[in-house]
């Protein structure tokens, strides 16, 4: 059963200057030259927070902000409607609406939280090290459901910036999750440091984790397909086909200039996967891919089609864990709206 609550929120105060000047992506997909504008960008920015110099350097951060009152915490705990309004790589423009909440955590064997994709050692290492010295969750994570999307209420938001609009809810939405199951869009490294975090740490506040749900039936939830980079494909071999258009017909090979189709089983994701290439990398941009191939910087490119969501959902409630960036959700959420303390 997934339990879902409002929480009493930590954000930055008005006096803290602009949203957009302190708000930034999530840490894992912020370059060193990102970061660096970003730090540079106001000296109260997130992402000093998420990608600090150290840990204890985060923690003091912290402490100290909500001493000048550059943050503050809501009087009382409270659920929050969020709308993005974005540009996909597609150009066309769009809004996704969700549900900032907390949630209790659940191990993976439950079969409340699931996930879809393997995750990293390193990664959550760094993660639990931040949690440890902040004892705040600095960053939502992103989980979809099969309930109905959230409705915004019709006046101005109570907090705005960018393309981000949140608003105060009265309601408690917590019978409304009791029996959901909840997949995890985008987080997978933060879910397990929470879960690990709590597991020693031990307290009711280590128990529930800031997340944004959204909805599988929400108008503006787009994901767009993560294409694969190989320095080696292994011996892979295709079918030459005619340069595909907007939408390809399947798994497409790019090598020397030309186009192949590669015929497997499954999801794109899991054909690419069962081919085995070496030194994979990733973007999500098909010029980009295609491009890195002519720059002789890699020798192929996998082009892929989106995930279809539902088949990830109906993958994870087998138990089944896909390949590493099998879906790419668009936009990132954005960090710094909200902060959950956990003290």
Do not use: C
Request: proline share 8%; aromatic share 6%.
């Amino acid at each position: 059963m997934a339990q879902v609550r409002p929480f009493r929120a930590l954000r930055y105060s008005p006096a803290a200057g602009p949203l957009e000047r302190l708000v930034a992506p999530p840490y894992d997909v912020i370059s060193p030259g990102e970061r660096e504008r970003y730090l540079a960008l106001d000296p109260h920015n997130v992402v000093h927070l998420t990608l600090p110099d150290s840990e204890e350097e985060a923690a003091r951060n912290l402490r100290a902000w909500e001493a000048e009152g550059v943050l503050a915490r809501e009087g009382e705990p409270t659920v929050w409607a969020l709308s993005q309004t974005y540009t996909g790589p597609d150009g066309v423009e769009r809004t996704r609406n969700g549900l900032v909440v907390t949630l209790r955590l659940e191990p993976y064997e439950s079969q409340v939280v699931l996930p879809h994709e393997r995750t990293h050692a390193g990664p959550k290492e760094g993660r639990l090290r931040l949690l440890r010295a902040t004892r705040t969750q600095v960053e939502p994570i992103f989980l979809l459901h099969d309930g109905d999307p959230v409705e915004l209420p019709g006046r101005e938001p109570d907090l705005a910036g960018g393309g981000d609009r949140l608003w105060r809810l009265e309601d408690d939405p917590g019978r409304s999750f009791a029996g959901a199951q909840l997949l995890i869009a985008d987080g997978h490294h933060r879910y397990e440091t929470a879960l690990a975090f709590h597991e020693e740490d031990g307290t009711e506040a280590s128990a529930w984790m800031m997340v944004v749900l959204v909805s599988t039936r929400e108008e503006g939830l787009t994901i767009f397909p993560t294409h694969r980079l190989a320095e080696s494909l292994n011996g892979v071999r295709g079918t030459p086909i005619e340069e595909p258009g907007d939408e390809l017909p399947g798994v497409v090979l790019y090598r020397g200039g030309g186009y192949e189709l590669v015929e497997g089983d499954g999801l794109d994701v899991e054909v690419v996967d069962a081919l085995a290439p070496r030194g994979i990398t990733y973007t999500p941009q098909r010029g980009e891919a295609v491009a890195a191939v002519d720059r002789g910087e890699v020798e192929a490119a996998f082009l892929l089609r989106p995930t279809p969501i539902e088949d990830v959902f109906a993958r994870a409630r087998e138990g089944r864990v896909l390949p590493q960036k099998t879906t790419y959700f668009f936009p990132k959420l954005t960090s710094g709206l909200l902060f959950q303390p956990l003290d």
